[in-house]
């Protein structure tokens, strides 16, 4: 008795085809013919084992695959591999397309002799229906992100407007609730932005326009304008140092404004602005710029996490923010041609950039 044979007779074959019913399990001799057909892939592919039997399987193809000689193709492979799986198109009775994975394995007795072939078809259609629809769901929530965002800016900006006028014209008592609000707006109209962002990004609208900019001058604009954030929460404002050299370059102000004001705001979150530290240094035609703090940290695994989408780094409970910043800077600081990587130092975090220099 040859090993198709046996195969053909054993229990176990006759079970695992009862157990597939939504899968086609097809047995094929070495010219290609069908021995046996699975109640599953009657059910698949609408033809009956009476229909089929002692039939070439190339009626499984489309006609452009057939002219093509992919059936005999297919077998070459599995004969000269044993085993292959791939994801392709098959046909039902009546013409119906449908894609599907297919296992074809060359089957050998004992003695290594090349008996024929088992089939096994999976239907991929509820799948790739299941992967269009998510795809769609993907589009829509980028297109009403990029719209909210549009919408929620002219309000906002109108907002602060009105809260400096307000600022400006009322007596001292009343600025403090005055620059709460303004802060407040501020926090909204970063959180918009980002949304704005992570919009550009996954529609790869995402750009950056770089100019001749001297990083120590920027860095050092950025560093004061925080000040007044770290002073309204009662804690001391960050330590900047800069070492002698130049440190100019081409780049984008206002998306690497954007980094560092987010690092800043994020030693003011997460680390409740302990020991926040800014240091630019040069190692050759290289910036190198450390942002650190003496905060909680993060813990070795996750230091690379903290750079992704909606993670907030913190654990801690009532930690802010939607987790985007850390994202975007990323994208920014790699847009530019540097890297950006976190580290977990004995005692708090570091985050350090690297920037290419002229």
Known sequence: MCAMETLIESPLFHAL??????????????????????????????????????????FLFTPVDKASGLPALELEAALSTRFTVFETVRLRKGGQ???????????????????????????????????????????LRDEFLAVASHELRT?????????????RKTPDPHHQFASKVARSVDQLTRLVEDMLDVSRIDRERFSIEPSPVGLGQLLSRVVSEA?????????????????????EGHFDPIRLEQVFTNLLVNSLRHADGKGVR???????????????????????????????????GSKRKGARGMGL?????????????????????????LVRITLPLR
């Open 17 to 58: 085809a009862l157990a597939l019913k939504d899968s086609a399990i097809i047995l094929i001799d070495r010219q290609g013919k069908i021995l046996t057909w699975s109640e599953g892939a009657a059910h698949l592919c609408g033809f009956t084992a009476e229909d089929v039997t002692g039939e070439h399987y190339g």
């Open 227 to 247: 000040v007044p954030l770290f002073e309204a929460e009662g804690k001391a404002p960050p330590e900047l140092e800069l070492e002698p050299g130049t440190f």
């Open 155 to 167: 309000p906002l900006t109108s907002l602060r407007l009105a809260t400096d006028l307000y600022l």
């Open 278 to 312: 800014v240091l630019l240094r040069r190692e050759g035609r290289t910036a190198v710029l450390d942002f650190s703090d003496q905060g909680p940290g993060i813990s070795g695994p996750d230091a690379e996490k903290v750079f992704g989408r909606f993670d907030r």
């Open 97 to 139: 397309v449908f894609r599907g994975r297919v296992t074809l394995a060359a089957i050998f007795d004992a003695h290594g002799t090349h008996s024929g072939f088992l089939n096994v078809i999976q239907d991929l259609s509820g799948t790739v229906r299941s992967r269009e629809r998510l795809e769609e769901a993907v589009d």
């Open 325 to 349: 910043g850390l994202y975007i800077s990323k994208q920014i600081i790699e847009a530019h041609g540097g890297t950006i990587r976190a580290e977990a130092p004995a005692k708090g975090t």
